[in-house]
Each structure stands twice: as C-alpha cells, then as structure tokens.
C-alpha cells in the first residue's frame, strides 16, 4: 500500500507537469507537454526515492538526492536556452522547467495541495504576461543601415530623426572629396518602406537606408 501511494504521487506529478507542458505547447515554445511531464515525473520519482528508499538509515539523507534535482533540471534548462540573432530564446522556457521540477518534488513530497496550487498559479502567471498589456509588453527595437554623407551637423540631425543617442557601428571613407558615413542604429519604431522613401527624400545628405528586422 506505501508504494502505491508513491505512485500516486508520480502520477499527479504527471498531471501536474502535463498541464504546464500544454499551457507552454499553444505558445509553441521549445519545451512543450512531454518535456514538462517527463520533468515532473521524474522529479516526483527522484524525491520519492530521495525520501524513502533509503530507510532509517544513518547514513540517509533525503535531502542529498532530492537536491540534485535542482542541479540536474539546471542544465537541461541550459540546452534550451539559445543565443540567435544577437537574441537570447528560451530563457523563460527554461525556467518555467526548472519551476516545473519544484512541482514535481513537491508532489513527490506528498505535499499534494502545495503541488497543484503552485502549477496553477505558474499557469497563471505565464498566461498572465501573456495578455496583450503594455504593462507585460517587451519593447522591441529595429535595426537600420544608414548611409550618408556628413558635413558636419548631419549625424546630430540623424540621431534627432530617429531618435537615439548613439550609433551602434560606424564606419568613415572619404569619397570624391566627401566624408561617407556608414552607420548601424537601433530605434524602437517600426519605419515602413514609404515612410524611409519619404525621410530619403526631405534628406539629401542621405544616400541609403536598409532596416534590418531581424536584428
């Protein structure tokens, strides 16, 4: 009868852990249901061993084990978490695993209650910041390539149009007796293709513009 309560809380760490996974699936993030379940589980598993499979023993310690946990989901975690595009993806994704570990230990520990409420309120607050609200809203920044020719006061002009306050790269040549600008800023509006036509055109002094979306 003891181990069938074990497995009982194995399998709410499955439960637990697929409801989490499938929160994080209508995302279409990197870790989905099975991830998530897998984790849960398993930290449900680890933390029953941890905690009984040892006996009375001096020498136990089910908190050695049950720690372990905490590591190990770490770097799992650190294999989702990418660097692309001078970007960094799945670091909430990686978190919300390690959370989801916590639930499973705490399942594991026959804190049943404790368990289920601390799924519900990390679905909770992923579908919360995913609410369209300024408030939760991550300012995104575009990238542009500007080229142009700079007389002297041109570059404050060019910070003024696109509001910023430095060039991110910036590149100088002389050209037929003209000092050539090629310059990378960053700007948190989102220029359409007429709207730098129109700059290009109540600018001379610029020669091209290119955004780069994708950073």
């Known amino acids: ?16 852990g697929f409801a989490i996974g499938y929160e994080r699936k209508l995302r279409y993030k990197e870790a989905g249901i099975r991830t998530h379940t897998i984790v849960c589980a398993g930290a449900a598993l680890i933390m029953v061993v941890s905690k009984y499979g040892f006996g009375d023993s001096a020498e136990a310690d089910a908190a050695r084990v049950a720690a372990q946990i905490v590591t190990g989901v770490g770097f799992l975690g650190a ?18 695993v390690w959370a ?3 639930v499973g230990m705490a399942a594991g520990a026959e804190m049943y209650l404790f368990a289920t409420g601390s799924a519900v309120i990390l679905i909770a607050v992923q579908c919360l910041m995913h609410v369209k609200c300024r408030f939760f809203r991550t300012k995104k920044y575009y990238q542009i390539k500007i080229c142009f020719v700079n007389g002297g006061e041109e570059c404050g002009k060019i910070k ?3 509001q910023t306050d430095r060039f991110n790269r910036l590149v100088i040549e ?5 000092t050539v600008y090629h310059a990378t800023l960053n700007t ?12 290009m055109a109540e600018n001379p002094f610029i020669k091209s513009l290119e955004r780069c979306d994708e950073g």
């Open 160 to 162: 003024e149009l696109f």
């Open 100 to 102: 989801t570990a916590g």
């Open 1 to 16: 009868m003891e181990e069938w309560k074990y497995l009982a809380s194995v399998l709410l760490a499955v439960v637990l």
């Open 188 to 199: 948190d509006e989102e220029y359409s293709s007429a709207r730098l036509q129109e700059i």
């Open 174 to 178: 002389r050209k037929g007796g003209e």
């Open 79 to 96: 294999g989702i978490i990418v660097y692309r595009k001078h970007e960094i993806h799945g670091l909430t994704t990686a978190a919300g």
